[in-house]
């Protein structure tokens, strides 16, 4: 059985040494295997196609790790942006068969990042763009970012919406006070990270996003972050004579978001997502170097759904959205 894995990060030297430095040196500090990680994340070559080899990981989808360039001033992200993803296209010359990409975006530039899209999808033959949550406090349903999801809406380029650490306002309210491990972990992986990325979503459904782009697409990870379970709340207190929209919530949920494991191996979570919203809607992925390929792999091969729909989310579903 081919396995996609399409929730993969990477860093580049300029990445480490420009918007990743503070998250690089907090690996270092926080994580108890925060040296492996770091080392991991810059290895885009033989010895990543070998960890994958060993787990039965055939393709993995790259994308510029956490926190990206969204958070940066204008130029210094329309640099960054530009080298990561070069960095990436060689990645992927290298190992054309066992690695694709999104692109990471200087959304914060304007027709800048609308440029640099339609350049990583037309030349560089990258699968769609990774979008790491608010940019400096704003949402993909602001006025400012139309252009580029009309772009990716006429490319047919798929957003993959990744978490990010909430705004500054929102982390002093609700996630200080403790420890700066607990803090940092509370605000990020243990909870703001997902909460912040299911309001995003859903900003984007009530801000009449998907009205105005009908065809586009967009992938979170994480199972969900949290939205299957809040889906049939949602569906039924924001009826249609609330929003004012064209269709229901759960619609949008069902038909133009897809949603990927992300180190997520709980079986509980997996199945309320597979009722929510069906087979033909999860992909497979692994948040490496987070996560552990070997691992994900095994949940995937003991997920209790038909061998046909087991094939569907490791590969078929990636396969059709993305043209892998």
Partial sequence: MRIIAIEEHFVTP????????VSTEQFRK??????????????VGDARVAEMNAAGVDMQV????????????????????????????????????????????????????????????????FKGANINGHTRGQYLDAPAFEPLLARAEKLDAPIYLHPTVPPKAV????????????????????????????????????????????????????????LSFMLPRMN???????????RSVGEYLRQNVHYTF?????????????LEVGVDRIMFSVDYPYCSM????GFLRHLPVSDPDRARIAHGNAERLLRV
């Avoid at 039924?236 to 064209?246: A, D, G, H, I, S």
């Avoid at 992300?262 to 597979?274: E, I």
């Avoid at 070997?294 to 792999?297: F, K, R």
């Fill in 14 to 21: 300029a990445f480490v040494a420009g918007p990743g430095k």
């Fill in 294 to 297: 070997q691992d994900s792999c």
């Fill in 171 to 226: 982390v002093d309210a609700l996630y200080s006070g403790f420890s700066p491990a607990v803090s940092a972990t509370f605000a990020a992986g243990g909870w703001g990270w997902h909460i912040e990325t299911a309001v995003h979503l859903m900003r984007m459904v009530l801000g009449g996003v998907f009205d105005r782009h009908p065809n586009l697409q967009v992938v979170v990870g994480h199972l969900g972050e949290g």
């Fill in 262 to 274: 992300g180190g997520f191996n709980f079986m509980p979570t997996f199945l309320n997502l597979l």
């Fill in 30 to 43: 926080f994580r108890q295997n925060g040296e492996t990680i770091v080392s991991n994340l810059s290895e």
């Fill in 62 to 125: 790259l994308s510029l790790n956490s926190p990206g360039v969204e958070q940066c001033e204008p130029a210094e992200a329309v640099t960054c942006a530009r080298d990561a993803n070069d960095f990436l296209a060689e990645a992927i010359k290298r190992h054309p068969k066992r690695f694709a990409g999104f692109a990471s975006l200087p959304i914060q530039a304007g027709d800048a990042a609308v440029d640099e899209l339609d350049r990583c999808i037309v030349k560089l033959g």
């Fill in 236 to 246: 039924k207190n924001f009826p249609v004579q609330t929003t004012k929209l064209e």
